[in-house]
């Protein structure tokens, strides 16, 4: 471009490695980052835009890249070429994309300046450059909005990148703040061909190229726009980028055309480079711009045209019905059967009437409707499996068993009883075959026995912590002078206070040990409580699978104990349930509290029935 005063011409790429910063930039040259390309680290669609796809959720790419640009930084006066400030660049870059979820994905670009070069302008005042340093390092959050891969019309993504301040000034690569990046980009997978687009913005500090009264260039704000048509497949792809840029601050507009080459090594590797020329005199457009790079990452995932989504063996891009299973043999659509008989259209000689194989497809007589031909069935008139030669199957009690295998062909029963009736003769709802008192009604805790009061104070033994010494109900069958810290009840040992651990740890503290023998007391002395389950719950506060470990360890700590103190261990088991059932509403401070205890269920060989 040109002007009355001096002015300057920039353009430059992202770059990779690492260099130590400096903090004073070229004299006569303000300090801001010359580099204007931005590249894609994921790969997806483009190298150097982003077109809505992510990467599979897990998927990471890694690439690094070499970078050369021509004439990125030019001084003209009175619209003629004084010279070169920067002539020639080379640029490495480390690119890193990583997926943890398959709607988000994270993305890092590292630049280093390894070699730039230029004239000598000091007649001009300007000191020439270093020839190398750390460029500006910036980082994307990238979320997708609409994937193709789930039937969706399009890929849509939106991104936040940020560019951090840590480059070399006298490199020219950093600017004096952070610069924000924020875009929204969308493509469409077209058979062979994908396109996209992107739109975004740039917003980094406003630095004059020329202070004085003339200014006439500056970086600064500005729309960035571009586009891609690539093809696919997994072989060698192309693909052509055009990318331009709407200044919002006093700095001309640029073009750039950036077409590449592609070509995968093995599943996991790929090659690839890019180059076009740049038009426009916006300061970090070079005259052109040539990449050359090698990228490491996980396998891609099939495209939509080479896979199976019906499951006939038949890939999509050749199935003709790529929803519905079909043999290849009819390129994957379903065989037409009319009536359903399992005899295709084209073999069967009645279509539209379903009939056995046996008979062409056509129906054939049978009188009782059992499935079985008149011409083979014994007995026509009446419906009967085949087994038997189409005649009835004798049930006598009609309970679904025929005689020939009912151990009670006059009583109607269950076939898990062969045949024979569920008696339960004392009604209490234990079966008499498990019922330990079955010509008396009992309880099915007790295995179908009455209750027993051997002390004669008015609590039944099963539910007595002291069933050989008279106490009060009040304090669970037990003198009063001996406090009771726990309660057994139906299905559950109740327990008056809570076992109390160290913070954080599965270590019982002593003033629990007491509430802990009383239980170990309990269960010995009452042999039909078959089981105890020793819940360990939480509230929902924290990790949740750090919360089911420490309520297991909890649940352990607490079996643990009680075996010490008497307890057969297989009448025992541990569980840690954390957050997943909870007592009580984790809305409040109480319930949250309440969750977090070591709860005790009784099982008795019959709770279940």
Not at 253 to 266: D, F, I, Q
Not at 309 to 317: P, T
Not at 372 to 386: I, Q, T, Y
Not at 562 to 585: F, H, M, N, W
Request: glycine share 12%; proline share 8%; with cysteine.
């Amino acid at each position: 471009m040109s002007h009355t005063q001096p002015s300057l011409r920039l353009s430059a790429i992202a770059t990779l490695l690492f260099a130590s910063a400096a903090l004073a930039q070229p004299e006569g040259v303000p300090g801001f980052e010359l580099e204007r390309l931005e590249l894609n680290p994921d790969g997806k669609g483009s190298l150097v835009m982003g077109t809505g796809e992510l990467l599979p959720a897990g998927g990471f790419r890694l690439s690094l890249l070499g970078h050369y640009e021509k004439d990125p930084l030019v001084l003209y006066a009175d619209g003629n070429r004084v010279g070169a400030l920067v002539g020639d660049r080379v640029t490495a870059h480390l690119l890193m994309a990583w997926a943890p979820l398959r709607w988000l994905e994270l993305g890092l670009q590292v630049p280093l300046v390894v070699w730039q070069r230029g004239d000598d302008l000091s007649a001009q005042g300007l000191g020439a450059p270093a020839g190398t340093g750390l460029g500006t390092p910036s980082a994307h959050v990238r979320v997708g909005l609409a994937s193709q891969w789930r039937e969706a019309p399009v890929d849509l993504a939106v991104e936040l990148g940020v560019g951090i301040p840590v480059g070399s000034e006298d490199a020219l690569a950093r600017d004096s703040t952070f610069r924000f990046s924020p875009k929204v980009m969308v493509g469409r997978r077209f058979g062979l061909l994908r396109a996209g687009v992107e739109a975004g913005m740039l917003v980094r500090p406003k630095v004059a190229l020329i202070a004085d009264e003339n200014i006439q260039d500056e970086v600064g704000n500005e729309v960035r726009l571009g586009a891609v048509l690539a093809t696919t497949g997994r072989g060698l792809r192309g693909e052509l980028n055009v990318r331009g840029t709407i200044p919002l601050t006093a700095q001309p507009k640029s073009l750039e055309l950036l077409a590449g080459l592609r070509l995968p090594v093995g599943k996991t590797v790929e090659v690839y480079a890019l180059g076009g020329p740049g038009f426009g005199d916006t300061p970090g457009t070079p005259s052109f711009r040539v990449l050359l790079g090698v990228s490491f990452g996980s396998p891609e995932p099939l495209p939509v045209s080479e896979r199976d989504d019906d499951g006939d063996g038949v890939k999509n891009g050749e199935d003709a019905c790529p929803n519905e299973a079909g043999p290849a043999r009819n390129k994957g659509c379903p065989v037409k059967d009319t009536d359903g008989d399992g005899v295709v259209d084209s073999a069967d000689r009645c279509p539209n009437e379903p009939g056995p194989a046996s008979s062409h497809g056509c129906p054939v007589k049978d009188s009782d409707g059992d499935g079985l031909a008149d011409s083979v069935d014994k007995c026509p008139n009446e419906p009967g499996p085949a087994e038997n030669n189409g005649c009835r199957v004798k049930d006598t009690d009609g309970d679904g068993i025929e005689d020939a295998q009912d151990k009670c062909p006059k009583e109607a029963g269950p076939a898990s009883r062969q045949g024979c009736p569920v008696k339960d003769t004392d009604g209490d709802g234990v079966v008499d075959d498990r019922d330990a008192c079955p010509t008396q009604a009992g309880l099915v805790e007790l295995r179908g026995c009455p209750a027993k009061d051997t002390d004669g104070d008015g609590v039944p033994d099963h539910l007595d912590n002291c069933p050989t010494e008279k106490g009060v109900a009040s304090n669970q069958g037990c003198p009063p002078q001996q406090e009771q810290l726990v309660a057994i009840q139906k299905g559950q040992l109740e327990i008056k206070q809570s076992v109390f651990f160290a913070y954080g740890k599965a270590i019982i503290q002593p003033r629990s040990f007491k509430m802990l023998d009383q239980i170990a007391k309990v269960i010995r002395q009452h042999p039909e409580i078959d089981k105890v389950v020793i819940e360990g719950h939480s509230d929902n506060i924290g990790n949740a699978d750090a919360n089911r470990k420490l309520s297991l360890a909890r649940a352990q700590s607490v079996k643990d104990y009680l075996v010490k103190k008497g307890v057969e261990e297989t009448r025992l088991d541990a569980k840690g349930y954390g957050p997943d059932r909870p007592i009580a509403s984790n809305k409040t401070a109480k319930g949250r509290a309440a969750n977090r205890r070591v709860a005790f269920t009784i099982l008795t060989p019959d709770s279940g029935q």
